[in-house]
């Protein structure tokens, strides 16, 4: 008997039942991953390695609490994706910060599982949600163990992208686990100069606890000009420049992405 | 009433009383009647779309005529929209041929139109509507429009106990990303004369019996590959034109719009699989039975492990004569253009899209060699109307040297040659059907969006 498809009605099921089973809320990973997240997943059999670097160039140049200034740190996070099937993937972080007087240091790992609702339902905008749990070390984040949980909504329209995360995140470990859920949304825009660069602004934020809203100068508020080089389909290269309009915000930012899909399955013409 | 014989002696008087033929016409039975018209398909329990079909069934109705004996064609627009019907693969003047672009009238919301035209070559053909979708992936050749046309005599070239028509399609498309950073329609089902494997009524046949398969894609955008499980096939007509050299293979390829008749020996009694090679592809649907006589076993599929299939081994094995005048060459450089990752491509023809493509015109009775040079990322299956072309050259890769194309076939007559990416491919045809002539991507989004040209006579 020739393979037959999944029931429509089984997969909706399933990808609900995921979403349902999500933990709820994770806290930011401040400078160690910037980018908005899109819809898509990593396919099944593969592996997206991407490495994130992130200079501040001015920041916090105070230590506060324990925890070392963020001026003049280089951050490097490895971020390793595999593709589970068609509609889900789990993610791996490995953070890593480098400053003048402190040398390498190992700060944190996370996990991220992340489903979405497959192409074939046709929706009229990509939608997907991941959540995002993992420790960081005192010296880092004086909140040491964080959770998020990461809508992710987007759309393609002739050369615009548009890309919204409205993201939730909590403390589960630290000073700020009384605060409750907090909320960093995100945002992209961007536009296709070509088939191979586009350019565009991202926005992130973070407003503090859900209910009571920080005063702006406490809020974290960043943008950044982006853009991003479509190589080739395996890869993936964003650069961007940010800054920050709060004093609770690093005032400049420089940031790249550069990640590598490595298609690790066996396929035959057949499949 | 008006009866045929009358209609015929009537339409014989064209030559004097033009007008009085075209009343005659108008006041004859047609031959046959086809309805435009909203339809709700049941491709499978679980799939249930909405569709325009051809008499409200899908694919439509098997129209047999016969060669040079003049027909008339009813057409009726039940829909919301204008709509017209082409006659794929016929000598048809321009006027009738089905293309708007080739000067043929729509046919308006409500109206009826008569086609009346005289049949010809002989062979396995079809209709489809020949209308834009843009971004509409449930219009035109999305649509359930489409049927078979057999014009008789068909010069068979083997004998056949039993012959059976099958349509491949896809359904439910929607725009996904592909690798070339832009977006291409993708489909949710696909199957085998409108249905999903197991719902419909399977290929019946006898143990000895030779079954001729009559083999169309009629997919908007997708080639397809098709095999008989514990069976082969005997490839001996393309594009329903007989192939100088029939070959026994393991699976056909077929792209949109091309045909492919083949014929099986029934010698391996038992229920098997004819469908869709790849496998994600027959896991929508793409497959129907071959049940033979007395045998009621579960259907068996046997995965082949490769896709095999090349249109030179059809070809004459001695080159033909070549002492005639040297055709003249027609360079057509095919390119995409860039519309954005959230769009689908253009594409061009020499660097122009549609309507701004074109070439010198056409010299009556003389012979093209249409050289295509295929840069963008994209196979197309290109289509010729009211002509047919001989394939010269395949699949010659562009960074070649001096980008000559390697082989020189001769004797493949068809309408659609798909042509690969990255590749040249060449064609000759003979000027010799006056009037407008269309040329064009078969892929609806392609020649939606520009990958069209009208060719005219001098």
Redesign the interface.
């Known amino acids: 008997?020739?393979?037959?498809?999944a029931?429509?009605?089984r997969r909706r099921v399933a990808v609900l039942l995921a979403l349902a089973c999500l933990p709820l809320l994770a806290r930011a990973q401040a400078n160690y991953e910037i980018q908005v997240y899109g819809a898509?997943t990593v396919p099944p059999e593969t592996l997206m390695v991407e490495l994130h670097s992130n200079f501040t160039v001015e920041g916090e140049k105070e230590t506060i609490d324990g925890m070392y200034p963020t001026n003049h740190q280089e951050h490097e996070t490895i971020e390793l994706t595999e593709g589970l099937n068609d509609w889900s993937e789990l993610g791996f972080y490995i953070f890593t910060s480098e400053q003048d007087g402190h040398g390498v240091q190992w700060v944190g790992d996370h996990v991220r599982p992340r489903v979405r609702v497959p192409?074939?339902w046709?929706w009229p905008v990509g939608v997907s949600v991941s959540t995002e749990i993992g420790f960081q070390r005192s010296a880092y984040s004086t909140d040491t163990w964080t959770w998020e949980i990461r809508p992710i909504i987007d759309?393609?329209?002739?050369?615009?992208?548009f890309a919204v995360n409205p993201a939730l995140e909590r403390t589960l470990h630290g000073p700020d686990v009384e605060q409750g859920w907090g909320f960093a949304p995100s945002i992209k825009i961007s536009y296709?100069f070509?088939?191979v660069v586009?350019g565009g602004i991202e926005w992130y934020a973070d407003y503090g606890a859900i209910g009571n809203i920080a005063p702006v100068h406490n809020q974290q508020q960043q943008v950044f000009v982006v853009t991003d080089l479509?190589v080739s389909?395996v890869w993936e290269i964003n650069i961007g420049i940010g800054i920050g309009a709060t004093s609770a915000t690093d005032h400049l930012i420089v940031k790249a992405i550069l990640g590598r899909r490595f298609d690790w399955g066996r396929h035959?013409?057949?499949? | 009433m008006i009866s045929r014989r009358d209609f015929l002696g009537l339409s014989s008087l064209v030559a004097l009383a033009p007008p009085f033929a075209s009343f005659a016409e108008n006041l004859a039975e047609p031959d046959y009647r086809i309805d435009i018209a909203p339809v709700t398909l049941d491709l499978s329990p679980r799939h249930r779309l909405k569709t325009t079909a051809y008499n409200g069934q899908v694919p439509g109705a098997v129209l047999r005529l016969r060669e040079n004996q003049p027909v008339t064609i009813e057409v009726a627009n039940h829909t919301d929209r204008p709509e017209v019907v082409h006659w794929h693969g016929l000598f048809t003047p321009p006027d009738l041929d089905g293309a708007i672009e080739e000067g043929t009238p729509a046919i308006e919301v409500g109206s009826t139109a008569r086609y009346a035209f005289t049949p010809r070559p002989a062979g396995f053909r079809w209709y489809h509507t020949h209308t834009m979708a843009m971004n509409d992936l449930t219009r035109a050749q999305y649509s359930g429009q489409h049927g078979f046309l057999i014009i008789e005599p068909r010069n068979d070239p083997a004998r056949y106990d039993q012959e059976f028509f099958l349509a491949l399609h896809d359904w439910a498309g929607y725009l996904l990303a592909n690798e070339d950073g832009a977006m291409n329609p993708s489909y949710a089902v696909s199957t085998i004369n409108g249905k999903v494997m197991g719902f419909g009524e399977p290929l019946r046949v006898k143990q000895g019996q030779r079954i001729l398969l009559h083999v169309l894609n009629s997919s908007p955008t997708e080639v397809h590959w098709v095999a008989l499980a514990g069976h082969s096939l005997r490839v001996v007509a393309l594009d329903g034109n007989p192939v100088p050299t029939p070959r026994t293979v393991p699976m056909l390829r077929v792209a949109p719009a091309e045909r492919v008749c083949a014929v099986v020996e029934m010698n391996n009694p038992g229920v098997w699989v004819l469908g869709e090679v790849r496998k994600h592809v027959q896991a929508l649907g793409m497959a129907v039975a071959v049940e033979y006589e007395n045998r009621q076993d579960p259907a068996r599929w046997e995965q082949p492990s490769d896709l095999i299939w090349n249109y030179q081994q059809f070809a004459a094995t001695r080159p033909s004569d070549s002492s005639s005048d040297p055709p003249i060459a027609v360079p057509l450089v095919l390119e995409s253009k860039f519309r954005g990752h959230g769009a689908m491509e253009a594409w061009t023809i020499n660097g122009n899209s549609y309507p701004d493509t074109r070439i010198a015109p056409l010299i009556h009775g003389r012979r093209y060699r249409l050289q295509f040079i295929n840069m963008s990322m994209d196979d197309h299956p290109l289509h010729l109307h009211r002509h047919s072309f001989e394939l010269r050259a395949l699949g010659a890769p562009l960074a070649a040297a001096g980008g000559a194309a390697p082989n020189d076939l001769r004797g493949i007559m068809k309408d659609v040659v798909l042509v690969d990416s990255q590749t040249r491919a060449e064609v000759e045809f003979t000027a010799d059907n006056p009037g407008a002539t269309l040329f064009h991507c078969h892929q609806q989004n392609h020649m939606d969006l520009g990958f069209m040209m009208l060719l005219h006579y001098a």
């Open positions: 008997m020739p393979d037959r498809p029931s429509p009605w898509e192409d074939s046709g759309k393609s329209v002739g050369r615009w992208y296709d070509t088939r586009s479509n389909p035959s013409p057949v499949d």
